[in-house]
Structure formats: C-alpha cells, structure tokens
C-alpha cells in the first residue's frame, strides 16, 4: 500500500538558518503531495502541495518540489523563523480518494 | 469564518464508558473523516463519510463507530473505550468536487482512557 516516510525528528535550528525536511514515498500511479503544519494546539493547516511530477508548492517561504524519479517532496525554507516552531507532515493522496496517507510528523523547533 | 469544530477538546475517561466527540463543518463539504494521530505514527484515518448517510471504514476502524444523519456533522462514538483508544483525534472535511481538495482539519480532541 501507499506509505510516507519523513526525517526523524526533532529537528532544532537556529534563527535564520536552512530548512531540511525530507519527505521520501512509495505510491501507485500519480498521487498528489502535501505538506501540513501543526501549531502547537491547534489542528493542521496546509501549508503547501503540488499535484503532479516537477511541480513546486510554496507558501510563506517554504517550497518543495514534486520528484517522481526519486520519489521524494523534500520541505525547505531557506531562512527559519522562531515562529515556524511547529510539527510538519508530509501526505499524499489519489485522486477521487478522500484519505490522505500521512507521514510520522517532524518536530521543528527553532531557537531565536 | 469557515471552519471545523470538534467537541470536547479534551477529554478523560474510564475504559468502558460509552462517549461521543462531535465535529461540524460550515463549509457544506460533501466528504468527512475522521483521523488518530498517535506519536511516530502520524495520522491514520479510522472512518469516512462521502456523503449524508454513506460512511465507510478508513485504516483503523475497530472499537469506533460514526454516523452522518446531516451533512454538516459527523459525530465519532466509542461505545466501550480501551486504554489503547487513548490519542489525539482530530476530523476533517473537503469539498470534493475538485480533482484533488484540501482537507480541512478541526482542533482536535485530546482523549485519554484510564
């Protein structure tokens, strides 16, 4: 079945450093990608998704590139904010499909 | 505002004790779900719901039931909870008539079951 693996967390960074998140998945046929974020205490929000090969997703200074050679939807921003602090998941999900298959969630904690 | 709604936030109860977490959405969104996250699991989806009084087993569906009598609510019932239902519970909701829909997630609810 489909499946999504993230980097293990937690990941803490300084202020203004480079974002990192790999996202790596095993799908059949054409899924979407997503990445959510979770605030602390609150639900998930989408932060950005892409819908087919080669597409780029951003938002609010994150982006990540659809890669279907090398199955991956790494999450970047290349200048991190202490207000990013938050649990980001990578998704995918089929077309016509109402459930979205989630990875195990990293934990970003960014120190000013 | 569009949202999702989920009540009770949190939640502390006793293993056997039938409870039920509502969820209401204002967006008139076709497709309802319900998920659990559990640490260095993510979320996994346990029901979903594509229409009013169609729902269907997600990945993890024992020890739940849901029912969708209205369209806007979708209501998860633990008729005899366990100490492994203990999790964050959150549902979601999307528009389906796009090729692909955003989910939109509530705050979640927090249940523990002693």
């Known amino acids: 079945g489909d499946s999504v693996t993230q980097m293990e967390g937690p990941v803490t960074l300084s202020e203004e450093a480079f974002l990192t998140i790999n996202c790596t998945y095993t799908?059949?046929?054409?899924?979407?990608l997503f990445w959510y974020v979770q605030y602390p205490g609150e639900g998930l929000q989408l932060l950005l998704k892409?819908?087919?090969?080669?597409d780029k997703g951003s938002n609010k200074g994150f982006e990540a590139t659809y890669r279907k050679e090398t199955t991956s939807f790494h999450l970047e921003k290349g200048s991190v904010q202490v207000s990013d602090s938050a649990v980001y998941f990578c998704?995918?999900?089929?077309?016509?499909?109402?459930?979205?298959?989630f990875g195990q969630g990293t934990r970003l904690t960014i120190n000013p | 505002e569009a949202q999702v709604t989920q009540n009770p936030r949190y939640l502390i109860t006793v293993t056997g004790k039938k409870l039920t977490v509502t969820c209401s959405q204002n967006?008139?969104?076709?497709?309802m779900s319900w998920y659990r996250q559990d640490p260095g699991l993510g979320l996994r989806q346990i029901y979903y719901s594509m229409n009013v009084e169609v729902t269907d087993k997600g990945d993890v569906p024992e020890g739940y039931k849901v029912s969708r009598k209205e369209k806007r609510n979708f209501p998860l019932i633990l008729e005899s909870p366990s100490p492994n239902q203990t999790s964050l519970y959150f549902c979601?909701?999307?528009?389906?008539?796009?090729?692909?829909?955003?989910?939109?997630f509530g705050p979640g609810t927090r249940l523990t079951v002693l």
């Open positions: 799908a059949t046929g054409y899924p979407s």
């Open positions: 892409a819908t087919k090969a080669d």
């Open positions: 967006m008139n969104h076709e497709y």
């Open positions: 979601a909701s999307s528009s389906g008539t796009q090729r692909y829909n955003e989910q939109f």
């Open positions: 998704a995918l999900g089929h077309q016509g499909a109402q459930k979205l298959v």
